[in-house]
């Protein structure tokens, strides 16, 4: 940002725990915000559908708790005066 003209600049970062009701409603948000893993991006095979299956049922298996599927995301602020 300095390179831009700004000065005083300060970082600040929290954490947002959201719960889905399941992995396909959570990978519909990540979408939505673009938060694509390259993986799906890059591989349109046919084999690709198996893994996402797969991964669900690891996933939902895994990490399912009474609220829900958590999901943590790091948000970062970034500030400066111009």
Known sequence: MTYTGFNNI??????EIRFYPDVETLLRNLK?????????ARNNGMGIK????????????????????????????????K
């Open 10 to 15: 300060s970082l600040d970062t929290m954490d």
């Open 32 to 40: 939505y915000i673009g938060a694509n893993p390259s993986i799906f």
């Open 50 to 81: 198996g893994v996402i299956k797969e991964m669900i049922k690891i996933y939902t298996n895994k990490y399912k708790t009474s609220q829900g599927i958590r999901a943590t995301y790091r948000v970062i602020f970034l500030k400066g005066r």
